[in-house]
T-cell receptor, first 116, second 112 residues
């Protein structure tokens, strides 16, 4: 399975600032995704990171708030813009190696953001 | 809108006991996944269920899928303390594109 690394692992951010989270996979993957997990809650899909094109956002998430890049098949970034305390969450990068039978998606360790 | 609900949300059980976690989903899907999350950690893939009647077992955990009933179960046999974690099911909503909708999660605590 792919190994997914995220940076930063934790951060405390000031209200109104922006933070970019990096996600590096140790092998080329076809699909990359960003999820949010608010404290004590389940995971919510933010967007699919598309290589070389604009990300595909889920309902309730917009590009201005969560710009995403994916310049190649192993790397993606998520920016949380103009942060407020409601953005305090774990942000998880995930990836799938392909669309074959039995494939699943794997998760990075997460980036724990606290907005003060 | 696809909904994925787990039951129970919280489960406290004694070591050595058996129990089942249920995952119900509201639309057609034949791909269901189970994950484990330890406190302060990310998600670990447990099972991939890809067809009606699929059953997978690993150690004390066994997962099954009934696509007609839109139900998956995660059965715990003779629980041990190390199984304490939060368990999530996830449904692939769009025929293998890996856009998962996650269940509400079941927080399991096994008491020694």
């Amino acid at each position: 399975s792919a190994v997914i690394s995220q940076k930063p692992s934790r951060d405390i951010c000031q209200r109104g600032t922006s933070l970019t989270i990096q996600c590096q996979v140790d092998s080329q993957v076809t699909m990359m995704f960003w999820y949010r997990q608010q404290p004590g809650q389940s995971l919510t899909l933010i967007a699919t990171a598309n290589q070389g094109s604009e990300a595909t956002y889920e309902s309730g998430f917009v590009i201005d708030k969560f710009p995403i890049s994916r310049p190649n098949l192993t790397f993606s970034t998520l920016t949380v813009s103009n942060m407020s305390p409601e953005d305090s969450s774990i942000y998880l990068c995930s990836a799938s190696e392909g669309q074959g039978i039995g494939n699943t998606i794997y998760f990075g360790e997460g980036s724990w953001l606290t907005v003060v | 809108e696809l909904k994925v609900e787990q039951n129970p949300l919280f489960l406290s059980m004694q070591e050595g006991k058996n129990y089942t976690i249920y995952c119900n989903y509201s639309t057609t899907s034949d791909r269901l996944y189970w994950y484990r999350q330890d406190p302060g950690k990310s998600l670990e893939s447990l099972f991939v269920l890809l067809s009606n009647g699929a059953v997978k077992q690993e150690g004390r955990l066994m997962a099954s899928l009934d696509t007609k009933a839109r139900l998956s179960t995660l059965h715990i046999t003779a629980a041990v303390h190390d199984l304490s974690a939060t368990y999530f099911c996830a449904v692939d909503t769009s025929g293998g594109t890996y856009k998962y909708i996650f269940g509400t999660g079941t927080r399991l605590k096994v008491l020694a």
